[in-house]
Each structure stands twice: as C-alpha cells, then as structure tokens.
C-alpha cells in the first residue's frame, strides 16, 4: 500500500513539473512571437487605442455624421399643441424647421466649445458705451451697436445716437458668467443683429466691462434687478422701439427668470434664451461628475476668482476671501462668496431660489429657447421640457450637437446657427 503511495505522490510531482515545464513553454513560444511582430505594428495598434479613447472622451460624432452623409440633425421643437407663438411665429422660420450640421472638423461639443473661447474670430467694429447708473449706486456698462452703422465689410464704428422717436427695434443682450460685450459669442450675436438694421446694447454685468463696483452688490445667476432697470430705462427713453432680449447661458436664466418674475407687466416684446442651465441645482451635480465637466467646472471658477481679483477690497470685506482664493469649484466660490454677498443660507438655497426653471411657466411673452443636448456645461437633465410645453409662450428648439453657445456651422465654421435663429425668431414677431 505504501508503495503505491509512493508511486501516486511521484506520479503527480512529475505531472506538475512537466505542467509547469508546459506552461513555461507556453510562454516562451508567445513572448518569441511577440518579439517577431514589428514595433511599427504596436505603435500603430497604441494610436489607434489613443483615437478610440479620445475620440469618446471628447465625445466625438465624425463618424455619425459621415455615415449619415453628413446631413445633419432635425432640430427637434418642444411646445404647446395650442400654441399661437408656433402658429403665426416659429411656423414661419423655415431654419428652424430644418437641419444643424456641425462642421465636420468640430464635431465634437468640447471642441466646439474650446473653439469660440480660443478661436472664435469675433467681427471687428466698435461700441458706443453708455455708462448707466443704477438705483443701489451701482454702475454698469450698456455698450451699443447701431443697426445704421452695421453697412458692408467687417469694421464698424458705433458713433450714433438714438432720438426718442426712433421706431428701431432695440435688442438687449445679457451675457453669460463673467463674460462682457467683448467676448466672441456677443459680438457675434450683436453683430449680427446690428447688420440687419437693429439697435443692440450689451448689458454688461456688474464689475465686468472695465467697470468697477460702486456698491456692496454684486451679479449672481439670478440677479434680475439690473435688467429690470436697464429694460424699464429704455423703454422710458425709446418708447416708439420695440424691445427684444437675448440672454445667453447665465444671462438667459437671469433673463428667463425675469420674464417670469414680471409676467404681463414687462415692456419686452418677445425674448430669446441661449443654452440657459435651467436648474442651478442640477447642473452643480452634473459639473462634478465627470473628469470633462470638472474641468469646465475648475475653468469657469478661475474665471471667477480673476473676476473677484478685480474687486478684491469689497470681497475682502463682504465674503471670504482666503475661501475664495482657495475654491476648487464654482460650488466653493458660491459657497465663500455668492452667498455671502448675496444673504442666501446655503449654496443649495442660492441655486433652488435662483433656478430659472421653476419661473418658464410664469412666462407671458414669446420666448423661444435655444439649447444642444450636447452641451458640456449646461446639461440636458435640468431642461424643463414640460414646463416649455404647458407656457403657450414658450417654444424650445433643441439640436443634437452644438457645444456650450457655439453651434458652428458651414464647411469653414464661419456661421454660427443660434445668432441666426434668435434674430429671425424676433423679427418675425414684428
């Protein structure tokens, strides 16, 4: 019996060794054929796992495009059934009713986006600034464009005066976070407008512009005062103009909110918003989810600490400024300044009391809102879509792609489809 033993254990040494002789073997036949393939070949395989990975980081679309012949996406509409904004407005604006393709070298809604900021080659021409003083002691910048300076070529110079009896429509731009009349996108969306024979002044925000802050107030995404008096001053000085209003990203929630807080008592004629965040509260979670959005969250809060930079001896002595110094996020920023600025209990309370989603449905005016379900900033999760369809005011079109406020088009990205679309949707409501 014990030799049987003995038999079986040697049996099974020798099994094993000659398992484990095998698999060395094994390995050293494939790492010699491993060695017999090119390096050009595994260069060439790691490319192609960089692009595959980079091209769903940037969430990419060439490919899509090209396999649908690159006709674009229908722009989808949200509104309601009864609608007479649809029926004698939007129905008319054929565009709207069409296509968006994104040119085929940006598509991608993070290039997009980084395009406009780096690359956005705004048209050349010059304002006319008005400084206006508002009833706090505050102090901003309206800066205007003349629709009678805006002639052919690309450099205008804003030097006219309007008389009070001037019957130009007049349309109002309110720009988004930390950005004035300069950027790229605004002096795209005024020009445009400017060239087909309107007036348009720029809202700037406060402390922004080259203008200083002249009281303890300070612009939050839900600050309506200003464009409340900016609106109510031209309406009292240009009675005969019709009034428009655009506002883009934060501005469009300060306008939308607006539009709801005043209802049937504003002067404003008809209004478009552009990529507006809707909800404040979501979009604080969506901004942290991922490592993209994390870096628009961290890049918009450089934006804001350089913006507190210019005004540092107010913050130093309303807010926090080692906090603001130190923020990470925007959530940090609004939690060391906004709401210690603006008396809100908690950064959550700031964005719930400040969202202009819970105000769409107060809306009386038309208002067509503009938004990309691509947007790397402003997510698709915080548009109100039945809010928009209940509001018989309220027409929402929303594109496929289109990045945070570029929506670049044509083979040279030199058009850009929303300052199209908000011109058009206003003139129509002439």
Not at 87 to 103: A, E, M, N, P, W
Not at 256 to 275: D, F, H, M, R
Request: aromatic share 12%; proline share 4%.
């Amino acid at each position: 019996m014990l030799a049987v033993l003995l038999s079986m254990s040697f049996s099974e040494e020798s099994s094993s060794s000659s398992s484990s002789s095998l698999n060395g073997d094994a390995y050293a036949l494939l790492f010699n054929a491993l060695r017999l393939i090119p390096i050009s070949h595994y260069l060439l395989a790691l490319s192609l796992l960089f692009v595959i990975v980079i091209y769903n980081f940037l969430e990419f679309h060439f490919v899509e495009d090209l396999f649908s012949g690159f006709r674009g996406s229908p722009v989808r509409l949200t509104f309601n059934s009864s609608s007479p904004i649809y029926d004698g407005v939007v129905s008319k604006c054929k565009i709207v009713h069409g296509r968006y393709l994104v040119t085929p070298w940006l598509s991608s809604p993070h290039i997009q986006t980084a395009f406009l900021h780096f690359f956005g080659r705004p048209p050349c021409f010059s304002y006319r600034r008005q400084l206006f003083r508002l009833s706090d002691g505050g102090m901003i910048a309206l800066d205007w464009l003349m629709g009678s300076t805006a002639g052919p070529g690309d450099f205008f110079h804003a030097n006219n005066f309007i008389s009070k009896d001037d019957t130009t429509p007049i349309a109002i731009v309110i720009p988004g976070l930390t950005s004035d009349s300069a950027a790229s996108y605004i002096r795209h969306l005024v020009f445009n407008t400017a060239k087909r024979g309107w007036n348009v002044v720029v809202s700037n925000h406060r402390g922004l512009g080259g203008v200083s802050i002249t009281s303890d107030c300070f612009y939050n995404a839900g600050w309506t005062e200003d464009a409340r008096e900016v609106i109510e001053y031209l309406h009292h000085e240009y009675p005969k103009a019709p009034l428009f209003a655009i506002g883009t990203s934060i501005g469009a929630n300060i306008l939308v909110k607006y539009l709801g807080e005043e209802g049937e008592k504003t002067p404003v004629a008809g209004a478009a918003a552009i990529c507006s965040p809707w909800d404040l509260l979501i979009g604080d979670r969506f901004i942290g989810r991922r490592l993209i959005q994390k870096i628009y969250d961290r890049a918009l809060t450089i934006g804001l600490q350089d913006y507190a930079q210019l005004h540092e001896p107010r913050y130093s002595r309303l807010a926090n400024w080692e906090g603001i110094k130190k923020s990470r996020s925007i959530r940090d920023f609004d939690n060391h300044a906004t709401c210690l600025v603006g008396k809100f209990e908690t950064v959550d309370t700031y964005y719930r009391n400040c969202s202009s989603s819970t105000y769409v449905g107060n809306v009386s005016i038309p208002l067509l809102c503009i938004s990309s379900l691509d947007d790397p900033v402003c997510t698709v999760e915080a548009i109100p879509l039945d809010e928009c369809r209940a509001n018989k005011n309220v027409v929402l079109a929303t594109t496929w792609h289109g990045g945070h406020l570029a929506f670049f088009e044509g083979i040279t990205a030199a058009g850009m489809w929303f300052r199209n679309q908000a011109f058009i949707y206003q003139r129509n409501l002439q």
